[in-house]
């Protein structure tokens, strides 16, 4: 079974950085397409960014609200998934969570995905 967790996650004041950190038990994580999905209140969830597998030749894919402001790594030392997140809005101000899944690909991987964190909350405020 593939247990992933998020860290990194806090307040941060808007214009700020924050770094997310997924990291996951007993699997290689390049093997997996993994993305960072987010819930803000009262509004649905979605796919945040996405880097696939080794596989599926590395590619990543973000969403329009955080092209050029998030980027999405892999740090295969440390085997796991970052977040990197500048320019912080309030809006970006969520629930983040890590998921994962062997088969889908990045160009699909809002379908869903097998393999869920329990999430970190960015919360950008003044």
């Known amino acids: 079974q593939l247990e992933l967790e998020e860290s990194g996650g806090g307040f941060v004041q808007i214009g700020g950085s924050l770094r997310l950190s997924c990291s996951a038990s007993?699997?290689?994580?390049?093997?997996?397409?993994v993305a960072w999905w987010r819930q803000a209140p009262g509004k649905e969830r979605e796919g945040v960014s996405c880097i696939s597998s080794i596989s599926g030749g590395g590619r990543t894919k973000y969403a329009d609200s955080v092209k050029g402001r998030f980027t999405i790594s892999r740090d295969d030392v440390e085997n796991t998934v970052s977040l990197q997140m500048n320019s912080l809005k309030f809006e970006d101000t969520a629930v983040y969570y890590c998921a994962a899944d062997y088969g889908l690909s990045c160009a699909r991987y809002e379908i869903g995905m097998d393999y869920w964190g329990t999430g970190t909350l960015v919360n950008v405020s003044s």
């Open positions: 007993g699997v290689t994580m390049n093997l997996y397409t």
